[in-house]
């Protein structure tokens, strides 16, 4: 007993003066254990957005990816894209989910795989439908009105220099009528290596008045929402690349230009440990930012500080604000949710 008693004291002495390996933090992401979607509170300052009494309702669901919510006030209704089955659903109190729009991305004959449905959808400036189609790789506008859509569209714009655009993904008006978009390659069929991809990068541009067309920046690998500050002096990009996830935020220039830019903020470590990549964005009257990412929305103040995620468990792809901001809408996945604001 006493030999056995040394030995052991030996061991737990030779083990404790082992050297201590260093090992990654476990994040805490809250997703596998919520049974319900939920407002994560990262800065008292949420407590002027968002009530701490607040649910995160599902308002509909059986989608296959749902993206681009816009909500038209005249019409008291939500309307969203549908990617894969080329449709845009509407969603209203009364009606519920109705079909809006098919086909809405693309209208060609010849069958084709891919994510071939519109993505983001918004206002020009005279209130008409624009819509950005993956399938048919352009910006166009419904040839039609709200109360009656129709699957007639004009194009607005397909090509940069004359190549094909690769798939136009969001879009955002400023008050001078200038149409800035991004150009990720998620409409081709084979993404990034789809032989039919006719631009050798992924770009953010500006459709001016005239019809012009400028390249603002190709340096982000997968550009996709995109938003102008209140003031139309910055320009926030979300780029939803898993080795670069992140949203930047450029200076606009007074001819519409964009200066180099600059991280708003850097979500890349937590890619993988919880669903979704950065996305769609808006900006709040406030000035707070709105942003779809890993986890759901985040929400930043105006200095890319996060005060708050609205968790919804699901990849997240965008969101829109309605009701006169008196709800914040968000597309995730198969399904539609909304938030009540302050």
Same mark, same amino acid.
């Given at each position: 007993?006493?030999?056995f008693?040394?030995?052991?004291?030996?061991?737990?002495?030779?083990?404790?003066?082992?050297?201590?390996q260093?090992?990654?933090?476990v994040?805490?992401?809250?997703?596998?254990?919520?049974?319900?979607?939920?407002?994560?509170?990262?800065?008292?300052?949420?407590?002027?957005?968002?009530?701490?009494?607040?649910?995160?309702?599902?308002?509909?669901?059986?989608?296959?990816?749902?993206?681009?919510?816009?909500?038209?006030?005249?019409e008291?209704?939500?309307?969203?894209?549908?990617?894969?089955?080329?449709?845009?659903?509407?969603?209203?109190?009364?009606?519920?989910?109705?079909?809006?729009?098919?086909?809405?991305?693309?209208?060609?004959?010849?069958?084709?795989?891919?994510?071939?449905?519109?993505n983001?959808?918004?206002?020009?400036?005279?209130?008409?439908?624009?819509?950005?189609?993956?399938?048919?790789?352009?910006?166009?506008?419904?040839?039609?009105?709200?109360?009656?859509?129709?699957?007639?569209y004009?194009?607005?714009?397909?090509?940069?220099?004359?190549?094909?655009?690769?798939s136009? +993904?969001? #879009?955002?008006?400023?008050?001078?009528?200038? $149409? %800035?978009? /991004?150009?990720?390659? @998620?409409g081709?069929?084979?993404?990034?290596?789809d032989?039919?991809?006719e631009?050798?990068?992924?770009?953010?541009?500006?459709?001016?008045?005239d019809?012009?067309?400028?390249?603002?920046?190709?340096?982000?690998?997968?550009?996709?929402?995109?938003?102008?500050?209140?003031?139309?002096?910055?320009?926030?990009?979300?780029?939803?690349?898993?080795?670069?996830?992140?949203?930047?935020?450029?200076?606009?220039?007074?001819?519409?230009?964009?200066?180099?830019?600059?991280?708003?903020?850097?979500?890349?470590?937590?890619?993988?440990?919880?669903?979704?990549?950065?996305?769609?964005?808006?900006?709040?009257?406030?000035?707070?930012?709105?942003?779809?990412?890993?986890?759901?929305?985040?929400?930043?103040?105006?200095?890319g500080?996060?005060?708050?995620?609205?968790?919804?468990?699901?990849?997240?792809? +965008?969101? #829109?604000?309605?009701?006169?901001?008196?709800? $914040? %809408?968000? /597309?995730?996945?198969? @399904?539609?949710?909304?938030?009540?604001?302050?």
């Amino acid at each position: 007993m006493k030999l056995f008693s040394i030995l052991m004291l030996i061991t737990v002495l030779a083990v404790s003066c082992q050297p201590k390996q260093e090992t990654a933090p476990v994040q805490e992401t809250n997703e596998t254990s919520a049974t319900e979607p939920f407002v994560e509170r990262m800065d008292p300052a949420l407590d002027q957005v968002i009530s701490k009494e607040v649910v995160v309702e599902v308002l509909a669901e059986g989608f296959d990816w749902t993206e681009g919510p816009l909500w038209l006030e005249e019409e008291g209704k939500l309307i969203f894209s549908d990617i894969p089955p080329n449709t845009i659903y509407s969603w209203s109190e009364e009606d519920g989910k109705q079909v809006f729009l098919t086909p809405s991305g693309y209208t060609g004959e010849a069958a084709r795989g891919g994510e071939v449905g519109s993505n983001g959808l918004l206002l020009s400036p005279d209130g008409r439908l624009v819509l950005c189609q993956h399938g048919d790789r352009r910006i166009a506008e419904m040839d039609g009105s709200l109360g009656s859509p129709t699957p007639e569209y004009i194009t607005l714009v397909d090509n940069y220099q004359g190549k094909k655009l690769n798939s136009p +993904n969001d #879009a955002t008006y400023s008050s001078n009528g200038d $149409l %800035y978009f /991004t150009d990720p390659p @998620y409409g081709l069929e084979k993404n990034v290596d789809d032989p039919l991809k006719e631009l050798d990068f992924q770009g953010v541009y500006k459709l001016g008045q005239d019809g012009g067309v400028s390249l603002l920046t190709d340096q982000m690998t997968r550009p996709n929402g995109i938003a102008l500050s209140n003031d139309e002096t910055k320009l926030y990009v979300a780029n939803s690349d898993p080795q670069k996830a992140l949203w930047m935020e450029f200076g606009v220039l007074e001819n519409g230009t964009l200066d180099e830019g600059r991280v708003f903020y850097d979500a890349t470590e937590w890619v993988g440990k919880t669903k979704g990549l950065p996305d769609g964005l808006k900006v709040h009257p406030s000035g707070n930012v709105f942003a779809t990412g890993p986890g759901g929305v985040w929400i930043f103040n105006q200095q890319g500080e996060p005060i708050g995620i609205v968790r919804t468990g699901q990849a997240t792809s +965008n969101c #829109a604000f309605g009701n006169d901001y008196q709800y $914040l %809408y968000i /597309t995730a996945d198969m @399904y539609l949710m909304r938030v009540s604001l302050i």
